[in-house]
């Protein structure tokens, strides 16, 4: 079955430093990932997407995350930290055979930026 | 464009009394999810619809809930009787098909609170 883990359920930078939010992945058929951000009392937004065209995915809001098949790993980084990427961050892998398309999250990292 | 509309946003019902969720999808869009978001947790899918057909409904538990999704466009999920446990965030999402790269687009969610 397809999973998804998230190391660390809240990580704290302080602004202009780098942002690495770690995932791994379990699939036994090649994967498509996701990262979707959750600002508070809203619903999830799409940063990227991995769909096997490119190991390095670039996204919105200067996100990016590389997809490491050898570390089932496909965590998101982002240089200098911004106020404004407090959120938070949930990857997510797409299921297959009768749950294809359907979404199986891991259970989120909350990111703090300090001033 | 519309985004994916959800009503109500928020919601307070003593337990055992019924309570029923909106959600309108993007225009176009022939897949619809209803996913459950427990407190610091991802999102888990309750149903898939594709237009008016429940494809996937496995983790929906049958004997308080149920939805519809009359003519394919919007879709109600209802909860009869509502226990404590309920409490949470119901989250509608919806995307053109159900390729395992298809990008879900979700609403802001309905926030359930049971007393």
């Known amino acids: 079955a397809q999973s998804v883990t998230q190391l660390g359920s809240h990580v704290s930078v302080s602004e202009g430093a780098l942002v690495l939010l770690r995932c791994n992945y379990s699939s036994s058929v090649p994967p498509y990932l996701f990262w979707y951000v959750q600002y508070p009392n809203q619903g999830l937004q799409l940063l990227l997407k991995y769909t096997s065209a490119a190991t390095l995915v670039k996204g919105i809001n200067g996100f990016e995350a590389e997809f490491k098949k050898s570390e089932t790993s496909f965590h998101l980084t982002k240089p200098s930290a911004h106020m404004s990427d407090a959120a938070e961050y949930f990857c997510a892998v797409t299921g297959y055979g009768g749950s294809q398309g359907n979404l199986i999250f891991g259970k989120g990292t909350k990111l703090s930026v300090k001033p | 464009e519309a985004g994916v509309v959800q009503s109500p946003r928020y919601k307070i019902i003593e337990k055992k009394q019924p309570v029923a969720f909106w959600c309108n999808p993007i225009s176009g869009h022939n897949t619809l999810y209803w996913y459950l978001q427990n407190l610091g947790q991802g999102p888990e899918l309750l149903i898939r619809y594709e237009n008016e057909e429940a494809v996937d409904d496995s983790q929906l538990p049958k004997d308080r809930f149920s939805a519809e999704r009359l003519k394919g466009v919007d879709s109600t999920l209802k909860i009869q009787p509502a226990e404590l446990g309920d409490s949470a965030v119901y989250l509608c999402?919806?995307?053109?098909?159900?390729?395992?790269?298809?990008?879900?687009?979700f609403g802001p969610g309905t926030r359930l609170l049971v007393l």
């Open positions: 999402a919806s995307s053109l098909g159900r390729q395992q790269q298809e990008t879900q687009y």
